[in-house]
C-alpha cells in the first residue's frame, strides 16, 4: 500500500470516529431534552395532584360537617338544585337567611376564585348530576370511562383555547356523608358517584422547557465543535506521523536489506557485548546458525592469539565515540583460523549517548597469504 492510499484509509477511519461522535452527541440531546419533557411533565402532574389532594382534604372536611350554612347575599343565593334538602334555608334568630351550602358547591365556588387567581382550573363532575354546570365536557366523559373501568387515575396533556393543559382527574366515591344531598342517585356508599378534575396551565412549564432547550442546544453543539475540531486536529496529526513512521519503517527496512545483501559481515553488540545482531555474510563467514550467535558474546570467535594491547587500544578508541579500525586473527566455528580486518564504530541516539556497537568484518586471510607469499619469495632472493 502506498503513502496516498495508508493516508486516505485513515481519513476515512477518522470519518467514521466523527460520525461516531455525531451520533453519540444527537443521542444524548436526544437523550437530555425527552428527560427534561418527563420531568416537566412530571413537576406539572406533582402540582396537578397537590391541587386535587387539596381539594379532597376539603371535601372530606366539609361532608364530614354536613356543609356549611351561608348567610343569603347578592353573592350568596340559595342552590335550586338543593331544593330537595328540606333544611335548606334558615332563618338565625337575627332574622337573617341562611342557605345550607353542600360540599359539592362550596368546592365549585373554591375552585372557581382560585381559578381566577392562579389559572389552575377545577371540576367536579359525575355521569349522573342536577346542576348542568356539573355536566362533563368531552374530555371529562372520556376520563370518567377510565376511572368506571378501575383506574385509580386518569391524565393528559390537552389543547384548550390554543394553550396546552395538563388535564388529571382522580374518583370520588359515595360516602355515607354524601347521602343527605344525593341519595337520588340511586348509588351507594362505596360505588363511584363522581370526579374532580384539574386543569394545570403549562405555559411557565414551557418556558422553562424553551429555556433549558437553548441551553441544552448550545451546550450540546459547543462540546460538538470542540470534539470535532479536537478529533480532526489529532487525526491530521496521526496521519502525519504514520506517515512518518511508514517513511521511516521503510528507510528502515532498505537499511535492513542493505545490511542483510552486504557482503561484508556485519555485527551489532550492545554495551556490555552481547551480539544483538548479525548479517547472513557473518553467518557463512563463520559457519554458525543464527540462534547459536544471537545473545553470545564475540568471544565466540576470538582466537586468543591477538594481543592484549590490541583490544585495549580497539576498548579505548570507540569508548571515545570514535571508530576504530585493525586487523584481527579469528575463529571460525570449526576451529579455522583465519584474518580479518575489523571496523567497529559506536552507534549513538539523537542525544549522542552510546546504545550499541558495529563492526563490519572483512576476510583477508587470502590478502595476508599473499602477502606472506611476497614476504617469502623476496626473503629467498635476498
Not at 205 to 217: F, G, M, P, S
Not at 296 to 321: C, F, Q, V
Amino acid at each position: 500500500m502506498n503513502s496516498s492510499n495508508y493516508s486516505f484509509g485513515l481519513s476515512d477511519y477518522f470519518k467514521v470516529i466523527m460520525a461516531v461522535f455525531t451520533v453519540m452527541i444527537s443521542t444524548s440531546l436526544w437523550w437530555n431534552l425527552n428527560d427534561m419533557k418527563m420531568h416537566l411533565e412530571e413537576l406539572a402532574h406533582l402540582e396537578a395532584k397537590t391541587n386535587l389532594d387539596k381539594d379532597m382534604a376539603f371535601r372530606l372536611w366539609a361532608t364530614r360537617h354536613g356543609g356549611a350554612y351561608l348567610i343569603v347575599n347578592e353573592e350568596t343565593q340559595p342552590n335550586p338544585y338543593m331544593s330537595i334538602v328540606k333544611e335548606r334555608d334558615i332563618v338565625s334568630p337575627s332574622g337573617k337567611t341562611l342557605t345550607l351550602y353542600n360540599p359539592a358547591t362550596m368546592l365549585r365556588d373554591i375552585m372557581n376564585d382560585y381559578s381566577k387567581l392562579y389559572g389552575v382550573k377545577a371540576r367536579i363532575t359525575a355521569k349522573i348530576y342536577l346542576n348542568p354546570e356539573n355536566a362533563p365536557d368531552e374530555w371529562e366523559s372520556k376520563a370518567l370511562e377510565h376511572l368506571i373501568k378501575g383506574e385509580k387515575e386518569y391524565r393528559e396533556v390537552t389543547t384548550v383555547k390554543g394553550k396546552n393543559y395538563l388535564r388529571v382527574m382522580q374518583p370520588l366515591y359515595m360516602e355515607k356523608g354524601c347521602m343527605k344531598c344525593h341519595a337520588w342517585t340511586g348509588l351507594k356508599v362505596g360505588e363511584l358517584g363522581g370526579a374532580t378534575d384539574v386543569s394545570i396551565p403549562l405555559e411557565n412549564y414551557e418556558k422553562i422547557e424553551k429555556e433549558n432547550t437553548r441551553k441544552l442546544l448550545v451546550t450540546h453543539a459547543l462540546l460538538w465543535f470542540i470534539g470535532m475540531v479536537s478529533i480532526y486536529f489529532l487525526g491530521r496529526k496521526l496521519i502525519q506521523s504514520e506517515k512518518e513512521i511508514k517513511a521511516n519503517s521503510q528507510e528502515l527496512s532498505l537499511r535492513t536489506q542493505a545490511l542483510e545483501q552486504s557482503g561484508s559481515a556485519i555485527m551489532v553488540t550492545d554495551l556490555t557485548g552481547n551480539i544483538q545482531y548479525v548479517n547472513k555474510a557473518f553467518l557463512t563467514l563463520h559457519k554458525f546458525k543464527l540462534d547459536e550467535v544471537l545473545g553470545h558474546k564475540p568471544a565466540i570467535i576470538k582466537s586468543h592469539l591477538n594481543t592484549p594491547s590490541l583490544y585495549r587500544d580497539m576498548w579505548e578508541t570507540i569508548i571515545e565515540g570514535k571508530t576504530w579500525k585493525g586487523e584481527f586473527k579469528n575463529r571460525k566455528k570449526n576451529g579455522t583460523l583465519y584474518w580479518c580486518h575489523e571496523t567497529i564504530s559506536p552507534i549513538m541516539d539523537s542525544n549522542g549517548v552510546h546504545t550499541h556497537y558495529i563492526a563490519v568484518i572483512e576476510d583477508i586471510e587470502e590478502r595476508k597469504a599473499t602477502e606472506e607469499y611476497i614476504k617469502q619469495l623476496l626473503k629467498e632472493k635476498g
